[in-house]
Structures are given as C-alpha cells and as structure tokens.
C-alpha cells in the first residue's frame, strides 16, 4: 500500500499524519509532501510528537512534484479550514481522499495554550488515520 500526504507547507499536519500512519502501518509506504514546502518541519510538531513516542524530527518538508510519475494508493489532503487551499495533486492515484484538520501553526497564545493545540491536532490525526488504517475503503 502507497500513501501519500498532501498539506500546503508539509511542517505540521502532514508530517504528524505520515509519522502517524508509518507506526500504525510500518508495512506501508507512507510519504508526505506539500505544494509549498515551509524550510522545515515545525519544532513543536516534532515535540508532541516526541510525546508519544514517534521521532519525526528527521523528517523535512518536500515538494509534491517528487512523488509526481509514482503509482499512489491514496493520496490525502489533509489542510482544514476552507479559506485555506487545498493542494492538488496531479500524478497517477486510485483514490484521493480529503481528512481536514486545523491548522496548529496558527494557533495563538501563551506558550502552553499553543502546544495544547499541537496535541489537540495530534490527536484528531491519530484517531482519524487510526480508522483510516483499520478500512481504508470506508473513506
């Protein structure tokens, strides 16, 4: 199975997604991208993913055109909210699904209410990719 991640910047979202699914499944492939790939994966994604026992802190943001002339199984988006773009993915996929979660990096506050956020998000993403994995037909 061949699971590509799609979100805007590839720092938080799509990174805590594919670090996710990867420990779920370490059968699959799973790869994230994004269309407008931020210079790094953002450092309080890499801690609460650190919270729970996935060390994503090797990961960097890539571009989508990397993943372009492969075969995917799925390719899903996971951006939220709606003034927010979608990316679009234009290379060869059985099936694109969209699983949308808010982003964390917007978040405001003090330092503990912005981390709460990042693991809110987390968790949202475990949950979901969770059921994702049990069926992935369901979606």
């Not at 805590?16 to 407008?36: D, H």
């Not at 199984?73 to 679009?88: L, S």
């Amino acid at each position: 199975m061949k699971i590509l991640i799609l979100c805007t910047g590839n720092s938080c979202r799509s990174q805590m997604a594919k670090g996710i699914l990867r420990n779920i499944k370490p059968s699959w492939r799973v790869e994230s991208a994004g269309t407008n790939p931020a210079q790094f994966t953002h450092p309080k994604a890499v801690l609460v993913m650190q919270e729970m026992g996935i060390d994503i802190s090797s990961s960097t943001p890539r571009h989508a055109n990397q993943f372009a002339k492969e075969n995917w199984n799925y390719v899903i988006t996971v951006c939220g909210d709606a003034e927010e773009n979608c990316p679009v993915f234009t290379g060869q996929v059985k099936q694109k699904i969209h699983i949308g979660f808010f982003d964390p990096a917007k978040a405001e506050g003090s330092e503990k209410e912005i981390l709460n956020v990042f693991r809110t998000v987390r968790d949202e993403i475990k949950l979901k990719f969770e059921k994702f994995a049990e069926n992935p037909e369901s979606f």
